[in-house]
């Protein structure tokens, strides 16, 4: 299987179109278990990522690192903020239907 290189200025220029999106300011920063009330959210939720997680990856990435070594890597954060507020919202819950 062949990866793709990651496209760090097509990643920035999402990140930038998803992080202005109001329905998705839940996914700006990391839970909050008080100020989100979210008990146990870091119980059930092994895996947390958030936009600000990825931000700053794609700055270690420019910088060198190799956190998001391909367009999958950068991709697979973006699904794991979908499940995990699919896994720890109930279906009916405006933050599972933003997701």
Known sequence: VRRRRL?????????????NESAYKYFLLPVNEVRDNA??????????????TIRQRLKQHEAGGEYYHSNNAFKRDLIQI?????????????IFQCA
Request: aromatic fraction near 12%; charge should be neutral.
């Open 7 to 19: 496209d760090l200025e097509r990643a920035k220029g999402l990140m930038d179109e998803l992080s």
């Open 39 to 52: 008990p146990f959210y870091y119980q059930r939720i092994k895996n947390p990522c958030d936009f600000s």
């Open 82 to 94: 979908v499940e995990n507020a699919k896994l720890y919202n109930a279906r009916n819950h405006h």
